[in-house]
Structures are given as C-alpha cells and as structure tokens.
C-alpha cells in the first residue's frame, strides 16, 4: 500500500509538470497527506488525479485515465474496467473500500426522473415536493436546476482547486475549506430560492424578471472555476455548457438569446460588448487566450428587441493585459 501511494504521488507530479498548460505546477506536499493513514493517503490522490483529468482535453485525460488504472491494477488493485471507459464516471473506484465511484453524468435519458432522486433539500428551495419535481411540462428549467446544483455541490467537495465569485464584482474565492464551501451552497440555496419563486404562477414575475433570477442563479451555479481555467476540449467546459443552456427557453421568453460560441473563438471584444466590466484575471502570458472562461453566461437582446439595455451581461476570465512598455 505504502509503494502504491508513492506510485500515485509520482503520477500526480508526472501529471502536472507534463500537462502544465491546464493544470499549475507541481506544488509542496500537503500538510494533510502528511498527516494521512497510507490507506486515506491512497484514496485522497486518487481522487485529487482524476478530478485534475477533467481539465484536460478529453483524449489526454482519456489517456491519463487508462493509465492510472494500469498502475492500479499492477498495484494488486483492480479497477473495473467498465468504469474507467464509462464517461459518467468521473472517479473510478478502488476496491476494498479505498475510493468509491464518483458517478456525475452530463446528460440524462430522464432528467425529471433524475431530478427526483436529488437531495430533497433541492426541491424544498426550488418550492416543490419531491413527487412534483418529476411532473413538470417540457422545458421547464427546476429539474435541471435541482441536478445540477446537486453536482455543483459535490464537485465543490471533490475538487480541492475550485474557486467561485458569489458576488458579480467579486474575484472568485477559493472552496478548499468547508467553511467556504458552506457559504457556497448557502448562496446557491438563496439563488435557487428565488429562481423556483420566480415561476409560480401565482407570483406576478415579468419574464424579464424571471430570466433575470435565472441569470443570477448561473452566476453561482455554473461559475466554479480554477486558478488555471480548463481546456475548452475538457469535461469541465462541457459541465458549464449544459448549464448555460438551462437559461434558454427563458431568455427565449424575455427576446434574448444566450450567446453559445466555442471559448476558443472568443476574443477581448466579445468581453467588451456582452460582460460586464468586473472581468476575472486570468493566467498572463502572449501564448495565453484572450478569453479563458466564462464564469457568467453572456446574453443578448435578440434583433429587433430594442427595448432598452442589455441587462444580463455576462462574465468572463481573461488574460491581463500586457504591461505597457515605455
């Protein structure tokens, strides 16, 4: 046990010197892997590796992943071979009760269903019984709010990296700590609170109101975020997609539209006309994207809907801008 959690600690280190481009730099033994059992010090960088995966490009992670396994196995330690290749497992599990499988989909062949099985504390903030989340008509958008924010909270438990603005004008802090990670899922309860209050009929919201309590509730929901933003190829960037994508049958509703472009081909003018101005500092460097993330889904009014101001700009990660040379 003692010679697999060196192997592991090598391949975590192997990992982030190679792939420096998603994830930083190697850094100092914990103080926690110090302190840990051999056991608990096994399972802890296992899962710290796996979660890292998810921020590379799917093929290197997918190449990573099979990896990890080999060694495992070599280790006398078998992982299934059906949850390595299963692309709902975002941690495979080691056997005699080392890691357990972390299963989080991104897509649903029932999301109602889905839904219903959430923590009920999910429904309560969205206002509806267990039972009624399940029965919705199409497109309503609390099923995919429950599910997602159960993942959201239990990414914020894996992945000791993670960081989130609670406030739009506010840098995104770090969720390594439970106390932070508390205040997280308090805001987000907030937020879920008034985008369930929102909907019901018998609460007299505008539609442009409505979106915008949507709109407030992605800020937190889907803004998690690391230091270092993931590849726009990665798992992560497909999770804060399909969350985007909550918002549009409501932007629909109120004429707007969420702006769905490639992060690859978003440049430091997108950021001018449809973020806000708070923008979040992202990694410096020439080599680096203009846009590294998008913490905030940006919309837009459709055309035609001259109605005033854009009132649900988003926000974006970006590169700092090149000191001025004298």
């Not at 975020?225 to 918002?247: D, F, K, M, N």
Request: proline share 8%; glycine share 6%; net charge negative.
């Amino acid at each position: 046990m003692a010679d697999f959690a060196a192997v592991l600690e090598r391949l975590e280190s192997d990992l982030r010197s190679e792939q420096v481009r998603y994830l930083p730099q190697p850094a100092s033994p914990r103080r926690d892997d110090r302190d840990a059992e051999t056991a608990e010090l096994v399972g802890r960088v296992w899962r710290r590796v796996h979660m890292a995966l998810l921020r590379l490009p799917r093929d290197v992670a997918a190449e990573w992943r099979t990896a990890s396994a080999a060694k495992a196995s070599l280790a006398g330690l078998p992982v299934p071979d059906e949850d390595v290749a299963d692309p709902d497992v975002i941690v495979p599990g080691l056997p005699d009760g080392l890691c357990p499988v972390e299963r989080l989909p991104l897509d649903f062949a029932d999301l109602p269903a889905a839904a219903g099985e959430v923590d009920p504390k999910f429904h309560e903030c969205l206002g509806l019984p267990a039972a009624g989340i399940a029965h919705l008509p199409p497109g309503d958008p609390r099923p995919a709010w429950a599910v997602r924010a159960a993942q959201a909270e239990r990414l914020a438990a894996l992945d000791p990296e993670l960081h989130v603005a609670l406030l739009h004008d506010h840098q995104p802090g770090s969720l390594a700590e439970q106390e932070h990670r508390d205040k997280y899922e308090r805001r987000l309860a907030s937020l879920l609170r008034t985008a369930g209050q929102s909907l019901d009929e018998t609460m007299a919201w505008t539609r442009e109101n409505r979106l915008g309590a949507a709109h407030n509730l992605d800020m937190v929901l889907g803004g998690l975020v690391h230091r270092r933003p993931a590849a726009a190829e990665s798992w992560w960037y497909q999770w804060r997609t399909r969350v985007s994508q909550i918002l549009i049958p409501l932007a629909e509703d109120a004429n707007y539209e969420v702006i769905s472009r490639p992060l690859e081909d978003l440049r430091r003018d997108f950021a001018a006309e449809y973020t806000i101005e708070e923008t979040v500092k992202g990694v410096a460097g020439s080599s680096e994207p203009e846009v590294q993330w998008v913490v905030w889904t940006a919309l837009r009014r459709k055309k035609g809907a001259n109605y005033g101001p854009n009132k649900h700009k988003g926000r974006v990660v970006v590169r700092p801008a090149e000191p001025t040379r004298r």
